[in-house]
């Protein structure tokens, strides 16, 4: 695979239509707005649109949004940092058109998040705010374009990776070596075992 055309790290990625796509990090100076997609039949890299904010560290969720009765795929780019602030904003690249839009603000501003989707709406949890490591987690709905807060995790995470798996969310690690995950219909997590320390 052909390098980045920027070196960049705290990036966040998402794969739409077979390309991937890189939002965002840090260059070892500053934090980036760039964004590069790769397409593996060329093993190009470009770039596209650029992020409104300069972000690292934020999550990042791929979703299928509907505007006006036609299906779009875009990738949300949540929360994160520029070095100076970190923020609670999103942004909603449309993979169709290459535009960037605003959402709706998350309930709490942090960075080093884990985010994923479930049945086309998008979870966030742990991270940092810039005072402390995080436990909470909100859901993001695109048709209301609005957060709602869940029910908290166990413990604070940052640096947490969030995945999910036949409609289970998974929250793996983040400076913690339990492995819990969440079920929607029992509306609270659960720890299912931990992780080896080696």
């Known amino acids: 695979v052909s390098p980045l055309i920027n070196k960049r790290s705290a990036l966040g990625a998402a794969v739409v239509y077979d390309r991937l796509y890189v939002c ?5 100076i ?17 770039l596209t649109t650029a992020m ?11 979703i299928d949004n509907y505007i006006y009765g036609n299906k779009k795929k875009c ?18 690249f ?11 603000s998350m309930c709490t501003k942090r960075c080093r998040l884990g985010a994923a989707t479930v049945r086309g709406k998008i979870y966030v949890c742990g991270g940092y705010d810039g005072c402390q490591f ?10 209301k374009d609005e957060w709602s807060p869940l029910s908290p995790m166990h413990l604070k995470r940052s640096r947490v990776s969030l995945v999910s798996n ?15 995950y969440f ?8 720890i299912l075992n931990k992780l080896l320390d080696v």
């Open 30 to 46: 500053s934090s980036l707005s760039s964004v590069e997609v790769f397409n593996p039949s060329t093993n190009r890299w470009t």
């Open 24 to 28: 965002g990090g840090y260059d070892g």
């Open 134 to 143: 995080l436990k909470s987690v909100e859901v993001y709905e695109p048709e």
């Open 94 to 104: 449309n993979v169709d058109s290459g535009e960037w839009q605003t959402v709706k």
């Open 183 to 190: 079920k929607k219909c029992a509306k609270q997590w659960n």
């Open 52 to 62: 409104n904010k300069q972000r690292s560290a934020a999550g990042i969720a791929v």
């Open 166 to 180: 036949a409609g289970v969310l998974y929250a793996i690690a983040g400076f913690v070596i339990i492995f819990i």
């Open 75 to 92: 990738f949300a780019v949540i929360g994160g940092h520029d070095g100076m602030s970190i923020f609670n904003s999103v942004e909603r």
